[in-house]
């Protein structure tokens, strides 16, 4: 199976700042990669497809990039709402393996 | 507006049974995969099986092939996970979610989930 690995596994940071999530798969995935937002007692949001695709309604301060085994989400200017854990999930294989998460949390 | 609704859930016995149902509506759902995604509180998202709801096409995680079974019912618009002989790491959330790629094979190749509903929660403990 294909692992997916984050980092880091907890990031502080302040509202307007800019903040860069890695995730690297353990073989290629090309570009089937998604990243999700989830919060305490929700079910996760899907806001990116294809390493780079802004799902509809996802604000524009969320981008997506990467292809192969190393993945970025960046958001350019952290909102209040933005503290949340943060997934990516490659659906390269039908085994559709995520990564441990990011917790996103406030200085 | 896509709604999936998951029921069933509760405590269990090591070794024994559960069937977890999922009421899907809003979309046309013969298009698309419908999967199980569990998630044990606090704790990291596993995919757990998926089904092509048109073509009946199943896949399992490693982890529960030859416990699991998927299944729909397209009459009742339905999804259902039977979960046999579990253990104790098999306590989670499950949550029922709409893939995202349209005619997929759940079984060749990947999907994501675009919508999910609010779990079902599963304990298995003596």
């Known amino acids: 199976d294909i692992e997916m690995t984050q980092s880091p596994s907890t990031l502080s940071a302040s509202v307007g700042d800019r903040v860069t999530i890695t995730c690297r798969a353990s073989?290629?995935?090309?570009?089937?990669l998604a990243w999700y937002q989830q919060k305490p007692g929700k079910a996760p949001k899907l806001l990116i497809y294809?390493?780079?695709g802004l799902e509809t309604g996802v604000p524009s301060r969320f981008s997506g990039s990467g292809s192969g085994t190393e993945f970025t989400l960046t958001i350019s200017s952290l909102q209040p709402d933005d503290f949340a854990t943060y997934y990516c999930?490659?659906?390269?294989?039908?085994?559709?393996?995520f990564g441990q998460g990011t917790k996103l949390e406030i200085k | 507006e896509v709604q999936l609704e998951e029921s069933g859930g509760g405590l269990v016995q090591p070794g024994r049974s559960l069937r977890l149902s999922c009421e899907v509506s809003?979309?046309?759902?013969?298009?698309?995969?419908i999967h199980w995604v569990r998630q044990v509180p606090g704790k990291g998202l596993e995919w757990v099986s998926g089904?092509?709801?048109?073509?009946?096409?199943?896949a399992y995680a490693d982890f529960v092939k030859g416990r699991f079974t998927i299944s729909r019912d397209q009459a009742k618009n339905s999804l259902y996970l039977q979960m046999n002989s579990l253990k104790t790491e098999d306590t989670a959330l499950y949550y029922c979610?709409?893939?995202?790629?349209?005619?997929?094979?759940?079984?060749?190749?990947?999907?994501?989930?675009?919508?999910w509903g609010q779990g079902t929660m599963v304990t298995v403990s003596a």
């Open positions: 809003g979309f046309t759902f013969e298009d698309y995969g």
């Open positions: 999930q490659q659906y390269y294989t039908y085994s559709n393996t």
């Open positions: 073989q290629t995935i090309t570009d089937w």
């Open positions: 979610a709409k893939g995202s790629i349209v005619a997929i094979t759940v079984a060749i190749r990947g999907d994501l989930f675009d919508f």
């Open positions: 294809r390493a780079s």
């Open positions: 089904i092509s709801w048109k073509s009946g096409n199943t």
